[in-house]
């Protein structure tokens, strides 16, 4: 498997970039279970788990303004740049917001009021011994339980074939329906594929990426 770097960037004036954002939302603990209040409407709310720099989320948020996107990042430079790139561009969607927080306190900011869950080449963590810290293990699928409006949808795309399997497996014995699987995403019937930073480098390079649609209905 062919593995690319992309390395971590410190961004100097971080604090100040995200201090004057005015999509990033600093008191996220503030809008559980009322983010509806935050959009000021009823739509669909879709999430995006380790957003990177935002090319997935911001493109999404501009193609489909009747749903509420909200990307989520840790690492302070990563969402500084995200928020460089996007409110430095001609349109600002109003239906994108952004949050930088730990994926581990997820509760602590949704309560049943998530559509959709996106995990665009998340940490695999591959020592057995980190397997609880992957994104689809078993202690974050039982948090995404209470953050779920009613019906669970997760969307996964990786370059990783070890934790696309370990995830398959979790999913299924979690309840989960594997609607749509797919080991070429870019060679598939997948339609209207947003691509993230990191998948355009992969796909460049010559690399498959793995791609599952999973539901879970109550």
Same mark, same amino acid.
């Given at each position: 498997?062919?593995?690319? /770097?992309?390395?971590?960037?410190?961004?100097? +004036?971080?604090?100040? $970039?995200?201090?004057?954002?005015?999509?990033?939302?600093?008191?996220?603990?503030? %809008?559980?279970? @009322?983010?509806?209040?935050?959009?000021?409407?009823?739509?669909?709310?879709?999430?995006?788990?380790?957003?990177?720099?935002?090319?997935?989320?911001?493109?999404?948020?501009? @193609?489909?303004? &009747?749903?509420?996107?909200?990307?989520?990042?840790?690492? &302070?430079?990563?969402?500084?740049?995200?928020?460089?790139? $996007?409110?430095?561009?001609?349109?600002?969607?109003? +239906?994108? @917001?952004?949050?930088?927080?730990?994926?581990?306190? $997820?509760?602590?900011?949704?309560? +049943?009021?998530?559509?959709?869950?996106?995990?665009? /080449?998340?940490?695999?963590?591959?020592?057995?011994?980190?397997?609880?810290?992957?994104?689809?293990?078993?202690?974050?699928? +039982?948090?995404?339980?209470?953050?779920?409006?009613?019906?669970?949808?997760?969307?996964?795309?990786?370059?990783? $074939?070890?934790?696309?399997?370990?995830?398959?497996?979790?999913?299924?014995?979690?309840? %989960?329906?594997?609607?749509?699987?797919?080991?070429?995403?870019?060679?598939?019937?997948?339609?209207?594929?947003?691509?993230?930073? %990191?998948?355009?480098? /992969?796909?460049?390079?010559?690399?498959?990426?793995?791609?599952?649609?999973?539901?879970?209905?109550?």
């Amino acid at each position: 498997m062919m593995v690319i /770097f992309l390395r971590l960037r410190n961004v100097k +004036n971080k604090k100040e $970039i995200l201090s004057d954002s005015i999509l990033l939302i600093e008191n996220p603990e503030e %809008y559980r279970g @009322k983010w509806k209040e935050l959009f000021e409407n009823t739509n669909p709310i879709y999430i995006e788990i380790g957003m990177g720099k935002g090319n997935f989320i911001f493109e999404n948020a501009l @193609k489909y303004p &009747d749903i509420n996107f909200i990307g989520i990042e840790k690492y &302070d430079s990563v969402i500084a740049r995200a928020v460089q790139k $996007i409110e430095s561009g001609d349109t600002l969607p109003s +239906n994108l @917001k952004l949050i930088r927080m730990d994926a581990r306190n $997820i509760e602590d900011v949704f309560y +049943n009021e998530i559509d959709r869950i996106y995990l665009n /080449f998340s940490d695999p963590w591959p020592k057995k011994r980190h397997s609880e810290r992957r994104l689809t293990s078993t202690t974050f699928l +039982n948090k995404y339980d209470s953050i779920f409006k009613k019906d669970k949808e997760i969307v996964m795309k990786t370059d990783n $074939i070890s934790l696309f399997s370990f995830s398959l497996e979790t999913l299924s014995q979690n309840g %989960y329906i594997l609607c749509k699987v797919s080991l070429d995403l870019h060679n598939s019937d997948v339609l209207d594929n947003i691509m993230t930073e %990191y998948e355009k480098k /992969f796909v460049d390079n010559g690399q498959k990426i793995n791609y599952l649609v999973a539901k879970k209905t109550v």
